[in-house]
C-alpha cells in the first residue's frame, strides 16, 4: 500500500466525449455527460448489476454537457440533477422525466466549466443553491426557486483582464448564514468570496491554471 492503485472492475464503451461522471445518490446508478460529434449533449444512465455496466437510458439533447451536480437535489428520494452547457445554459432534470429541463436559464455568455451545489442530500445548511463557473470570467450562485436572475453574481472589474473560470465549490455552509465560494481561474487565482458579507475573503495565485 507505499503507491497509489487504480483497480478496474468494469468498463463501457461510448461513443461521444465525457465531460463529467456522477453517482446518484443512494443507487448503484451514475450519470455520464459529454459531447457528441455532431455537437449535441448527451446525458445517459447507468447502472452496475453483477460487476457490470448496463445502460438505463440514453437521452441527447440540442446543446453539449459540461458538468452536473446532485449538491442541490431536494431530497435523497427526489433527485435532480443541475448541468452547465456549451452553450451557457444552467438546467436542473428530474431523471425519471428527462423529455425537458423543470429549470433552465442562460447563465452565461460562454461555456460553464464547473458546477457545485449545496443545501441538498443533507449536505450543508441554508437553502439549497448552485454555484457555476464560466469562460466569461464569471461565478454566479443560483438558488432555482428564483427564476432568471442569480442571488449573487462574482465577476472581474472593468480594469480587470477577464480570465477563464476552470473550477468551482461550495464550503463552510455550517449554518444557514455561512457559506463561502471558493473558484479557480485559468492563470493560477484561487480566490474565496464570501456569500454572507458578500466580499473577496482571500485569494492567491499558484501560477499554474
Known amino acids: 500500500m507505499d503507491k497509489p492503485q487504480i483497480i478496474l472492475h468494469s468498463q463501457k464503451s461510448v461513443n461521444y466525449t465525457v465531460f463529467d461522471v456522477k453517482w446518484i445518490p443512494t443507487s448503484a ?3 455520464s455527460l459529454g459531447n457528441h460529434a455532431r455537437g449535441t449533449g448527451a446525458l445517459d444512465i447507468f447502472e452496475i448489476t453483477h460487476g457490470d455496466i448496463t445502460v438505463v437510458s440514453q437521452n441527447e439533447k440540442p446543446s453539449a454537457f459540461k458538468c452536473g451536480t446532485f449538491g442541490a437535489s431536494p431530497t435523497r428520494e427526489k433527485r435532480h440533477l443541475a448541468t452547465g452547457n ?3 445554459y444552467i438546467q436542473v ?5 428527462l423529455d425537458k429541463p423543470i429549470y433552465s436559464v442562460k447563465g452565461h455568455k460562454e461555456i ?8 441538498g442530500l443533507g449536505i450543508g445548511e441554508g437553502a439549497p443553491e ?3 463557473a464560466s469562460r466569461d470570467g464569471r461565478v454566479h450562485i443560483w438558488d432555482t426557486r428564483q427564476a432568471d436572475l442569480p442571488v449573487a453574481s462574482m465577476e472581474p472589474a472593468e480594469s480587470e483582464t477577464k480570465r477563464d473560470c476552470w473550477a468551482v465549490c461550495f464550503g463552510n455552509a455550517f449554518n ?3 457559506r463561502i465560494v471558493c473558484a479557480g481561474y485559468d492563470n493560477g487565482d484561487v480566490k474565496l468570496f464570501d456569500l454572507r458579507s458578500m466580499s473577496l475573503r482571500w485569494e492567491t495565485n499558484i501560477k499554474n491554471g
Not at 460553464?112 to 443545501?119: F, M, S
Open 86 to 88: 456549451f452553450d451557457g
Open 29 to 31: 446508478k451514475f450519470i
Open 130 to 132: 448552485i454555484a457555476t
Open 112 to 119: 460553464i466549466n464547473a458546477i457545485d451545489g449545496v443545501g
Open 93 to 97: 432534470w428530474d431523471l425519471e422525466k
Open 176 to 178: 444557514s448564514s455561512e
